[in-house]
């Protein structure tokens, strides 16, 4: 075994995590949303305070992730969140290179990497470099790998310590504490893998009394809408582990946890290794000696694989890759245990097959749409990507117009793509960003409801579009609403004057939503007031930017049919009919038109549109 400096597998163990930074190009790095925010304001309104408690969590006793990790960087994840994703592949790497070289005692260079480097090498662990709140991830990994390397040295004193810290992770790690001992290379004897296992087993029973005792002090209960949902308690306890299984073998080859396009070309590979493999097993004496001596590793790391990908199980049905990064930790050495006896080729093969699944596996969200096609996940890198870079817009919109806030001050939300209030941490998002716990946001509902309430801007989402977020001023908006009445009430002048006030004093013009409702009410107010041509031309021109608009649509059909356009009235009233079906107003417009067609009314005695909603 080579110095690890001149060792050029260690550095290619190292290297490994370039692949999966590429992987995640493209994506807002390290922009906090959700969890995040949780302990963001414990660490930077409270401070790191005890840590026997869960720390900004309400389930988890986790104290390395959730209070020493955000007391030391919580202040970089808001100035240069880049930083912390790079702080987190450099930490993996790590992790990689402390497996690699407790398998290098024993194993070849080439099998050592390929072990070492499997769980870099897949589409969930770029969720864990990408998001903060999975430094728990990020932590039990390279904890364990500390805590294998040091028993790979007999080294049992330190393994000890790093397997506490894997525990003060996340709970997992019971499942580094129960088979550190049966490593083999752990112990020269017998004697000495119990005494090991002694050991272990003080470290464990001590963190399991010390997490029961501080879980009833501070009151943690584990999340009941994932634990007693509908789905899970129709669901058998050996469903639910065929399940994480199923999830984690695919999430080990970057695929999505549903049917994929790739299946094919993947089952087809891996059988092929499979049949590849055994016939060398078959045909070489050789290499039936090699998977004999190999067999431990084998065994040991399958156990791994079986027991962490259990703990999943609890968890059913709310998927994420991620979760599987802990389990196929073993995984990888059993691979490449097995694959590597029969030929170093064949588990070089596999790497490159999972490189090329990495490779292919989706992107970093571009443009933030209301949904994400079906993964099976609640979370994966799409996911997270999109909320992440929804996020950066706001928080980037909001700090170009408004370094600070006014103490106390309030924020509303409008037309937020789905799930996206959620990724705001109710709030503490902006309670984060602006270093104020007086902030807080308003839903646009209660806004509406109360439209004198003294709120700063409108954050208004613009999904599908670039940029994201647009800011609305609440005056415009009060003005909106004060038009609604007088054009229901035919004053449309005086509605039109509102309309024009309002429009002088919205100043952000990527305020797509806010231009099209107000231009819809105007083309109302015009198409009731005569003025056809002026407001199908208006019509138009905003239903390019909201072609599912509905008033919109009424008015084009309207004003084409007073102008007697009645093909091209109808073709409207078709999309609205695609748009809303059964669509009273719809109906009522055909109704007219058809009666103009027969010469039963005059033009411009059809139906009126719906009355203008926001």
């Known amino acids: 075994m080579g110095a690890p400096l001149t060792d050029p597998w260690a550095w290619l163990t190292v290297l490994s995590a370039l692949p999966l930074a590429i992987a995640m190009r493209g994506a807002p790095w ?95 662990t770029r969720t864990i470099a990408g998001w903060s709140a999975q430094f728990v991830d990020v932590a039990v990994f390279v904890a364990s790998a500390l805590a294998i390397h040091e028993a790979s040295r007999r080294r049992w004193a330190t393994s000890l310590g790093a397997l506490l810290v894997a525990l003060l992770s996340k709970e997992v790690a019971v499942v580094t504490g129960l088979l550190l001992p049966f490593m083999p290379g752990a112990a020269r004897d017998r004697r000495e893998r119990v005494r090991f296992a002694a050991g272990c087993a003080a470290v464990l029973l001590a963190w399991g009394l010390a997490s029961l005792a501080v879980r009833h002090a501070a009151h943690l209960e584990m999340p009941r809408h994932l634990l007693e949902s509908p789905e899970a308690g129709r669901t058998s306890w050996p469903a639910r582990v065929a ?168 924020v509303v939300q409008e037309n937020l793509p789905h799930q996206l209030e959620y990724a705001l941490g109710g709030d503490r998002a902006l309670q984060a960003w602006y270093r104020d716990p ?58 039109l004057a509102l309309l024009d006030r309002a429009d002088s004093l919205q100043r952000d013009p990527n305020a797509v939503k806010y231009w099209v409702t107000c231009g819809a009410w105007r083309a109302y107010a015009w198409v009731e007031s005569g003025r056809d041509s002026q407001a199908v031309a208006l019509a138009r021109r905003l239903s390019a930017l909201d072609p599912q608009h509905l008033l919109l649509r009424q008015v084009l059909a309207l004003g084409l049919s007073h102008q007697g356009r009645l093909g091209e009235a109808r073709r409207e009233i078709d999309v609205i009919e695609s748009i809303e079906p059964g669509d009273p107003t719809a109906a009522a417009l055909r109704a007219g038109i058809n009666a103009q067609l027969r010469g039963a009314v005059s033009p411009g005695a059809e139906p009126r549109a719906s009355p203008p909603e926001r």
């Open 30 to 124: 390290g922009e906090p949303v959700a969890e995040d925010f949780d302990f963001l304001r414990r660490a930077l309104f409270e401070g790191t305070g005890s840590l026997l408690d869960g720390g900004g969590s309400h389930a988890f006793w986790r104290p390395v992730p959730f209070q020493l990790y955000y007391a030391a960087v919580g202040r970089l994840i808001l100035s240069a969140p880049a930083l912390v994703t790079a702080l987190h592949l450099a930490l993996l790497a790590l992790g990689a290179l402390l497996l690699y070289r407790a398998l290098r005692p024993t194993w070849s260079g080439p099998l050592a990497c390929a072990a070492a480097t499997f769980t870099l090498l897949a589409e969930g």
């Open 243 to 410: 399940w994480a299984f199923h999830g984690s073998v695919r999430a080990a080859t970057s695929l999505p946890r549903i049917a994929d396009v790739h299946d094919t070309d993947v089952s087809v590979a891996a059988l092929l290794l499979a049949v590849a493999a055994a016939l060398v097993f078959a045909l070489h004496p050789a290499a039936r000696a090699r998977l004999r001596s190999a067999a431990p590793w084998a065994a040991w790391g399958l156990a791994w694989f079986a027991l962490a990908t259990s703990t999943l199980a609890p968890l059913f049905p709310a998927w994420q890759s991620n979760r599987a990064h802990f389990g196929n930790v073993g995984l990888g050495v059993g691979t490449a245990a097995v694959l590597g006896a029969a030929h170093p080729a064949l588990a070089g093969a596999f790497v490159a097959g999972r490189l090329v699944l990495l490779e292919a596996a989706p992107g970093a969200v571009q443009v933030v749409t209301d949904s994400l096609p079906e993964t099976g996940a609640f979370m994966d890198w799409a996911h997270l990507t999109r909320l992440q870079r929804f996020l950066r817009a706001t928080r980037r919109t909001l700090a170009a117009r408004y370094p600070t806030l006014p103490h106390g001050a309030i």
């Open 438 to 495: 007086t902030l807080r946001w308003m839903r646009f509902d209660a806004f509406r409801d109360s439209l004198e309430t003294p709120v700063t801007v409108i954050v208004q989402g613009e999904g599908g579009r670039s940029p994201e977020v647009a800011l609305v001023d609440p005056e415009p908006v009060r003005l909106l609403f004060r038009a609604r009445p007088l054009i229901q009430s035919d004053r449309y002048d005086e509605a």
